[in-house]
């Protein structure tokens, strides 16, 4: 017999899914008109999010291209859409999440609305194949949301963290005792 989930948890998965669907259908479109014939593509990957979620006010995923892999945020409920409407696209804002905070940059698509975007990986011609992307992308995601990633005690000074090296777990303070 199939586990029924909870009414709200069936609801986040149903709306998890579509905005999932909307944002890979978006991006599809972004690939076939305006990056069509870019040197930077690689054509071992393709568009797809993964592990999308609800986080607070916001909905969180991995967009995987193959031009680049994102963090990307979307506003969860007219109110938080609202207010990411006022911002230009292409401003820089900070957003919390378990593993700290980091800086996304305002974006918006006719389809899709506003959103947020973090680059990960850009180009991405080092990934071999769909695979190898998204598992990047999925560790990314995790690490995301690993709260032993976050704002360690004040009196201990805090580890330099690229985004590159978020994914992979690693640190300044790590590289330099090695």
Not at 50 to 72: C, E, H, K, Q, Y
Not at 91 to 109: M, N, R, W
Not at 162 to 174: E, H, P, V
Request: aromatic share 8%.
């Amino acid at each position: 017999m199939a586990e029924t989930l909870p009414e709200h948890e069936r609801d986040d998965t149903a709306i998890a899914a579509a905005l999932a669907r909307k944002v890979e259908g978006v991006f599809e479109r972004i690939e076939r008109e305006r990056m069509r014939d870019i040197p930077i593509l690689n054509p071992e990957l393709k568009v797809a999010t993964t592990g999308m979620r609800s986080f607070g006010d916001v909905w969180v995923t991995v967009l995987v291209t193959p031009w680049s892999i994102n963090a990307m945020l979307f506003p969860n409920g007219a109110q938080c859409a609202d207010s990411w409407t006022g911002l230009p696209i292409g401003t820089k804002v900070q957003h919390s999440l378990p593993a700290g905070v980091f800086e996304f940059i305002c974006g918006g698509e006719d389809g899709l609305g506003p959103y947020r975007m973090c680059s990960l990986f850009s180009p991405v011609l080092q990934f071999e194949n769909q695979e190898a992307a998204l598992a990047a992308a999925n560790a990314a995601l995790g690490a995301l949301f690993d709260e032993n990633l976050g704002d360690p005690p004040a009196e201990v000074e805090a580890p330099q963290v690229s985004r590159r090296n978020l994914i992979f777990g690693r640190n300044s303070a790590s590289e330099e005792r090695a």
